[in-house]
């Protein structure tokens, strides 16, 4: 199984903040990443896919780039409704695995 | 607009078998790759399986002696059964449908099912 690990696991930032969230792969999955975002008692939504890919609706403060093994999420400025968890997932090979999630927090 | 909802028992005794079904709405079942998702409560996601429209499958090692997904084309419904279970498969579990590059487009509502007796 390929191992995706993201850091940090939890952040707190502010509104209007940019905030960076990292997505490594124990191998090289060329650009099958994806990211999810997840709001409490709610199934995942796609947010971003083949790296990045931004999925219809999803606004343009979030984007994806990397390649290879190292991948990241990046929200240009930070809206009330992204205090969310996030996570990666690589489709590269299955078994299709994701990371641990990071919790977006208020600060 | 598609949409998937999961369907089946809430409670599940350790030993038996977990059954679920997710009903597809608003598009055909063929094409595209119906799959299973968990989470254990306050946990990340674990990629179960999927079924091809075809009735290929593919299932995640850690549970292949298990696990059974299937598609029923007739009903737009695929399902899951997952044998022998015990306290660890409690979760929510999803049902998604996911492209041939592996993302996942569309998710259900997510059921939990816990395993108690």
């Known amino acids: 199984d390929i191992q995706m690990t993201q850091s940090p696991s939890s952040l707190s930032a502010s509104v209007g903040d940019r905030v960076t969230i990292t997505c490594r792969a124990g191998q090289s999955i060329s650009s099958y990443l994806n990211w999810y975002q997840q709001k409490p008692g709610k199934a995942p939504k796609l947010l971003i896919y083949i790296t990045s890919t931004l999925q219809s609706g999803v606004p343009s403060r979030f984007s994806g780039s990397g390649s290879g093994t190292d991948f990241t999420l990046t929200i240009s400025s930070l809206q009330p409704e992204d205090f969310a968890t996030y996570y990666c997932q690589q489709s590269y090979s299955t078994p299709y695995t994701f990371g641990q999630g990071t919790k977006l927090e208020i600060k | 607009q598609v949409q998937l909802q999961e369907s089946g028992p809430g409670l599940v005794k350790p030993s038996e078998t977990l059954s679920l079904i997710c009903t597809v709405s608003?598009?055909?079942?063929?094409?595209?790759?119906w799959s299973w998702i968990r989470q254990p409560p306050g946990q990340g996601l674990e990629w179960i399986g999927y079924v091809y429209y075809s009735g290929s499958t593919n299932y995640n090692p850690s549970l292949k002696s298990r696990v059974t997904i299937s598609v029923d084309m007739s009903k737009n419904q695929f399902s899951l059964k997952l044998s022998s279970v015990t306290a660890a498969d409690t979760a929510v579990y999803y049902c998604a449908r996911a492209g041939s590059s592996g993302y996942v487009h569309y998710w259900g509502q997510g059921t939990l099912v816990t395993v108690s007796s």
């Open positions: 608003g598009g055909s079942i063929s094409t595209y790759y």
